[in-house]
């Protein structure tokens, strides 16, 4: 079957490190990518992982492991404005799957 | 304007009703795609065009219809909706072949339909 799995929610407060993981399941997969929704906004895209390792950008890193079929989202130095949903999603060429969303809260 | 820009950003239907959702893109890129999100579901794709063919059909019922003129443009047209069709719809373009590949979207504000 094919399937993401990712947490519903994830609550941290200002200046934490959160990491948000991603498992997947496809017969077809090309990479993973991460995107950031908050409420009444588009979708925004973070990173992409073709090839296993860390990718990092800014505060933020996404890892790729394809033989685990697992990946995450590292969110370093949270401030207020990550409070947001985000994305995994694979990549079956020439399409994107997507997760259902983990909520970030963060606190003060 | 830059970007993917969508129209209307919200639209009340009855379900007898017939109206479209407009797309368009400004970033020269050669897919667009058509997208649903419900609350607390996944976004779910409906369809690909791909050079202005369509390439993804995924299961969406025939009373949805998307049309792509050309490269820059894509329409989904609604005809007898159902309430449970209520959601936002939400558009995105990408430049296939690209070293990003189809790994980086790039989205429209979205359509937020209410079918009464």
């Known amino acids: 079957g094919q399937s993401l799995e990712q947490p519903s929610e994830v609550t941290a407060v200002e200046g934490a490190i959160v990491q948000i993981n991603c498992t997947y399941q496809?017969?077809?997969?090309?990479?993973l990518s991460w995107y950031q929704q908050h409420d009444g906004g588009a979708p925004t895209f973070l990173s992409y992982?073709?090839?296993?390792g860390l990718e990092e950008t800014g505060r933020f890193s996404s890892f790729l492991s394809r033989s685990d079929s697992y990946g995450y989202l590292l969110l370093q130095e949270l401030q207020m404005k990550d409070s947001a949903s985000y994305f995994c999603?694979?990549?079956?060429?020439?399409?994107?799957?997507f997760g259902q969303g983990t909520e970030l809260s963060v606190k003060p | 304007e830059t970007g993917v820009t969508q129209t209307p950003r919200h639209l009340v239907m009855g379900m007898t009703n017939k109206k479209s959702l407009k797309c368009e893109q400004h970033?020269?890129?050669?897919?667009m795609y058509w997208y649903k999100q419900s609350a607390k579901k996944p976004l779910e794709l409906m369809f690909v065009?791909?050079?202005?063919?369509?390439?993804e059909n995924n299961s969406v019922p025939s009373r949805f219809s998307p049309e792509c003129p050309n490269s820059s443009h894509l329409f989904l047209h609604l005809h007898t909706l159902q309430p449970e069709d209520s959601a936002l719809y939400l558009c995105?373009?990408?430049?296939?072949?690209?070293?990003?590949?189809?790994?980086?979207?790039?989205f429209g504000e979205g359509s937020r339909l209410t079918v009464l």
């Open positions: 995105a373009s990408s430049q296939e072949g690209s070293a990003g590949g189809v790994g980086e979207l790039f």
């Open positions: 496809t017969s077809g997969f090309y990479g």
């Open positions: 992982n073709a090839l296993d």
């Open positions: 999603a694979y990549n079956q060429g020439g399409k994107l799957i």
């Open positions: 970033l020269g890129h050669n897919a």
């Open positions: 065009y791909s050079l202005e063919e369509r390439v």
